[in-house]
């Protein structure tokens, strides 16, 4: 079956411990990317990854990280989590980003202390 | 960047009616897409038409796109409870490869 998975999919924790948020896709996409998700604002990227090695920011990155070393994995990492980073993050992944459909992941809720 | 905009923000019906939700952008697109989200939940795709497209069909759904005034719609004929839950636009830029950019939704609520 193809899917997104993200892990943890509920995490508290606090201020300032670095935490990562996993996902791994099983369709071979190239391209994928992670969304903050705020109540009154919607979805807003933070970063996207074209393929292995290659990654940019989105509108939001402030504050993460993240990684592509294999093309199947690509997880978001807090360095210093802050309140301000409480949320709904889910991972997505497409064959060709924007022209194609993109799946996402179920989401992992995120609170900072 | 916000590019898609839904109206409205929220919308209630009773099961059998039809709901229509309007999605307006800024900037020329290579495509629109609408998906659905379930309460706290993943984002599921329903449904992606390009920019020369002006209507498409898909079960329940039909999603209409006039580029000229730069806004679609998404129609769910017969809705059922099931159909609860939030809708959101999103639109890919005319350059080609680019990211997708959401729309804050609509919330539908389909009372039985």
């Known amino acids: 079956e193809a899917q997104v998975t993200q892990n943890p999919r509920y995490l508290i924790t606090v201020t300032g411990k670095k935490l990562t948020v996993t996902c791994s896709q099983n369709?071979?996409?190239?391209?994928m990317s992670w969304y903050r998700q705020d109540p009154g604002l919607g979805l807003r990227q933070i970063y996207y990854s074209m393929n292995v090695e290659v990654t940019d920011k989105g509108d939001v990155p402030e504050g993460y990280k993240v990684s592509r070393k294999e093309k199947r994995n690509f997880p978001l990492i807090l360095e210093s989590p802050s309140p301000n980073q409480t949320s709904l993050y889910f991972c997505?992944?497409?064959?060709?980003?924007?022209?194609?459909?993109?799946?996402f992941g179920q989401g992992t809720r995120l609170t900072v202390v | 960047s916000q590019q898609g905009e839904e109206d409205p923000q929220a919308l209630s019906i009773q099961e059998g009616e039809n709901a229509t939700m309007n999605c307006s952008y800024k900037?020329?697109?290579?495509?629109l897409q609408w998906y659905r989200q379930n309460s706290g939940r993943g984002l599921v795709h329903l449904i992606l038409?390009?920019?020369?497209?002006r209507e498409k069909h898909s079960g329940r759904l039909r999603v209409t796109l006039d580029t000229s005034k730069k806004s679609s719609s998404l129609l769910i004929t017969a809705s059922r409870a099931a159909d609860t839950a939030s809708y959101f636009c999103?639109?890919?830029?005319?350059?080609?490869?680019?990211?997708?950019?959401f729309g804050k939704g609509t919330m539908l609520l389909v009372s039985p």
């Open positions: 900037t020329s697109i290579n495509n």
């Open positions: 999103a639109t890919a830029g005319a350059s080609g490869y680019s990211t997708l950019t």
């Open positions: 997505a992944s497409s064959l060709y980003p924007g022209v194609s459909e993109a799946f």
């Open positions: 038409i390009r920019s020369n497209e």
């Open positions: 369709m071979n996409h190239e391209y």
